[in-house]
């Protein structure tokens, strides 16, 4: 075997485009050559929309569905799949196949369900198998979240008593969702100054009172909790 390219194996590997010229000799002296046309096979997905996948803030226990669409730009059918850059939960890819014909879209849907309260980034990857390995990205964004109440109780207290406390009550009010985060607060709270002289942080205008509470380390659950008090005489 006699290759253009100076090999003699039955085989080579070409990186190149172009002609490769093949002369075979037998044991009896007969020959024979071929030319070889080798040239790009152009296979390529695109997005149909550029920009990340946003899906906002989606409340814990919901979820949300996204559709990306992409497009086959060449003359070839393509083969793909869809992943995840990092494993999440949270985050469904649904497929409606893994064929795209040539010159023709397809739409993967993304569903969103968010498990605790926070920013989640991951990446989408449409991954081309065949005709050609190749690979496009997309970012996406996303985050959950959680709601609570926050409120002072009715509180009945005759004049001149002393050293009373009127609790700060806090719960989350998303029954599909219990905290383990440690959360930290910060509250102010308008009044009239007549009413009670506290021990906590306070400033006087006139007849307004404004009370100062802030404080960390405590969770909240869909019981009713206090997290801090306000007391004075």
Same mark, same amino acid.
């Given at each position: 075997?006699?290759?253009?390219?100076?090999?003699?194996?039955?085989?080579i590997t070409v990186t190149n485009i172009g002609t490769y010229t093949l002369t075979a000799t037998n044991e009896e002296g007969c020959s024979g050559t071929a030319n070889i046309e080798v040239?790009?096979?152009?296979?390529?997905l695109k997005f149909t929309d550029e920009g990340p996948v946003d899906f906002g803030k989606i409340l814990l226990g919901f979820d949300s569905q996204m559709t990306v669409q992409i497009t086959n730009t060449s003359e070839?059918?393509?083969?793909?799949?869809? !992943?995840?850059? #990092? $494993?999440?939960?949270?985050? /469904?890819?649904?497929?409606? +196949? +893994? +064929?795209i014909e040539a010159s023709s879209t397809d739409n993967i849907t993304l569903i969103f369900t968010p498990d605790y309260p926070q920013y989640y980034n991951?990446?989408?990857?449409?991954?081309?198998? @065949?005709? *050609?390995?190749? @690979?496009? %990205?997309? @970012?996406? /964004? =996303? =985050?959950?979240?959680?709601?609570?109440?926050?409120?002072?109780? #009715?509180?009945?207290?005759?004049? #001149? %008593? !002393?050293?009373? *406390?009127?609790?700060? !009550? =806090?719960?989350i009010i998303n029954n599909n969702f219990q905290s383990d985060l440690n959360l930290t607060y910060? =509250?102010?709270? +308008?009044? #009239?100054? @007549?009413?009670?002289?506290?021990?906590?942080?306070?400033?006087? $205008?006139?007849?307004?009172?404004q009370i100062k509470l802030n404080g960390s380390g405590f969770q909240l659950t869909n019981d009713a909790s206090t997290i801090d008090n306000i007391c004075g005489w």
């Open positions: 075997y006699n290759w253009s390219t100076g090999e003699t194996t039955k085989e040239t790009t096979i152009e296979a390529e070839y059918d393509i083969e793909y799949r869809a !992943r995840l850059k #990092d $494993n999440a939960n949270q985050i /469904t890819i649904v497929q409606s +196949n +893994n +064929n991951n990446l989408l990857i449409i991954e081309t198998i @065949s005709p *050609c390995e190749t @690979s496009i %990205t997309k @970012s996406i /964004t =996303a =985050a959950g979240y959680t709601t609570s109440k926050v409120w002072l109780p #009715d509180t009945t207290a005759t004049p #001149d %008593t !002393r050293d009373y *406390c009127i609790p700060l !009550r =806090a719960e910060s =509250a102010e709270i +308008n009044t #009239d100054a @007549s009413l009670i002289v506290p021990t906590n942080i306070y400033s006087i $205008n006139g007849r307004d009172l």
